[in-house]
């Protein structure tokens, strides 16, 4: 469903993601891996076509995007990572703004809307501004904002940063739906036990670059001393990046 290729990205002199290739299924989750400052943001951002590459290629179903109005861009939807809502609009608002910018109207925009707060669980809170919503509506929203297109591939950029453990479990019961519906589901996180519970496949980066692309399984047999009882992953994650600090 997705594929990149040999992706890279300057700023300057920094090599922000530096030849970074990998293939997404669909019905597949693929957990980005990799601590601050690696260059997931910058992949997701050329992916979605919010950053143009300095090489390298991005796939859909085969084939590469050709441009900002490209029709195959609709298949893709965003979960920025920096919450993309407007406090003082209700949360339908909200949802008929982010529809109007895929030409969704009328009863198509009603009912896209309506699936989108029912699967967030917000429906019942559909006439609230986003002022007054705790940190885990605003996500389960933000959520709901890159679904109302239908797209085959969600583009998830940390997409459970600052919510409860209800909020975050519900957010994790939505992407299991998505994925159980064949939607293709790229998520970036640096939390170990995020990817552990959702990944079917994990690439790690770090300094742009992927270091590790495999199943959980196979990543604690890499580093996996003989005898021994398999890693968890954040014993795997450290192993593979190293110990220092990053901000
Ligand atoms: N617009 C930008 N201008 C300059 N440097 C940037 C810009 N965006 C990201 N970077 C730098 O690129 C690197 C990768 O950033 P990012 O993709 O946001 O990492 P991550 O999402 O993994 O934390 C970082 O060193 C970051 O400071
Ligand atoms: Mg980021």
Do not use: W
Not at 28 to 42: D, F, H, V
Not at 144 to 172: C, K, M, Y
């Amino acid at each position: 469903m997705l594929e990149i290729n040999h992706l890279r990205k300057t700023f300057g002199r920094l090599v922000a993601v530096d030849d970074v290739s990998f293939t997404l299924q669909r019905g597949q989750l693929l957990g980005l891996l990799g601590p601050n400052g690696a260059g997931k943001t910058t992949t997701v951002s050329m992916i979605a076509g919010i950053a143009t590459p300095d090489s390298g290629h991005v796939l859909i179903a085969g084939r590469a995007l050709s441009g900002d109005t490209d029709p195959a861009k609709r298949r893709i939807g965003l979960v920025p990572q920096d919450l993309a809502l407007y406090e003082e609009l209700t949360a339908r608002d909200n949802l008929r703004f982010f529809g109007a910018l895929y030409n969704l109207a009328g009863g198509a925009l009603d009912r896209a809307i309506g699936a989108a707060l029912e699967l967030v669980e917000l429906a019942d809170r559909r006439n609230d501004r986003v002022k007054d919503f705790s940190g885990g509506m605003k996500r389960r929203l933000n959520l709901a904002a890159g679904l109302l297109h239908d797209p085959d591939i969600l583009l998830l950029d940390e997409p459970t940063v600052g919510v409860d453990p209800q909020s975050r479990n519900a957010i994790f019961d939505n992407l299991e739906v998505l994925k159980g519906r064949g939607k293709a589901l790229l998520y970036t996180t640096h939390y170990m036990e995020e990817a552990e519970r959702l990944a079917d496949r994990i690439v790690v980066i770090d300094h742009g670059r992927v270091i590790a692309d495999d199943t959980l399984a196979g990543l604690q047999s890499r580093v996996a001393a003989a005898g021994s009882p398999p890693a968890n992953l954040e014993a795997v994650f450290l192993t593979l990046t190293g110990r220092s600090l990053r901000d």
